[in-house]
């Protein structure tokens, strides 16, 4: 148990929530909104129904309509979640979110032009096409590096050759030798 008042988190081993965990969670709240959803437009569409024959009794059709807009301009407050049904915001620096048809966003990307890319971007590109360039001359042996690789190859390939041929010739010779031995032994036992 640490001394002092408060706890320190360090050192401590992390604990991360399982991918199952995560999704039942996502499951509930998304079953919790369509509760809501459904208990709410149930509330909504039975008062309604109890203020209609009330006020057709009491009121003119012009006033039944002013009512109706004043309903909905109140069920649109009630859609916003928290302060912001409260608060009207009135900066023109706001962007507005718009709807925006499939159809002009297709326009839209057919008549765009291509993204100008930063300097940056323009360096990283043109050293990976350098990079690419390089590696094709490379493979074709047209560098001086490559040049330089495949002399050095064919000195090696030509000393393993030499030393190959040199092992056969030695190998060879052994076999002679015991040859004559083995000719010599038998001179010397037939006699």
């Known amino acids: 148990m640490p001394r002092g008042k408060w706890t320190n988190h360090k050192g401590r081993s992390r604990r991360f929530t399982n991918p199952e965990e995560l999704e039942e969670q996502r499951k509930r709240e998304e079953q919790e909104r369509r509760w ?6 149930d509330d909504e ?7 209609k024959p009330a006020t057709k ?21 009630d859609n916003k979640k928290g302060v912001a049904g409260l608060i009207q915001i009135e900066n023109p620096n706001r962007r507005q979110l718009k709807a925006k048809k499939l159809a002009t966003l297709n326009e839209t990307l057919d008549t765009a032009e ?7 971007e323009r360096e990283e590109v043109e050293r990976q096409r350098k990079k690419l360039h390089y590696q094709k001359l490379q493979a074709e042996g047209k560098t001086d590096e490559a040049r330089a690789d495949l002399a050095r190859l064919a000195i090696i390939k030509q000393q ?15 076999e002679m030798a015991k ?9 010397a036992l037939g006699k």
């Open 36 to 41: 809501k959803k459904n208990n709410r437009g």
């Open 57 to 77: 009794g009491d009121k003119s059709n012009s006033e039944d309509e002013s009512e109706s807009e004043s309903e909905s301009e109140e069920e649109s407050d």
């Open 179 to 187: 040859i004559q031995k083995s000719a010599e032994m038998q001179k």
């Open 45 to 51: 569409s039975s008062s309604e129904e109890e203020e």
């Open 160 to 174: 393993r050759a030499e030393a190959a041929k040199k092992r056969e010739d030695e190998k060879k010779e052994k």
């Open 114 to 120: 291509p993204a100008q890319l930063s300097r940056r």
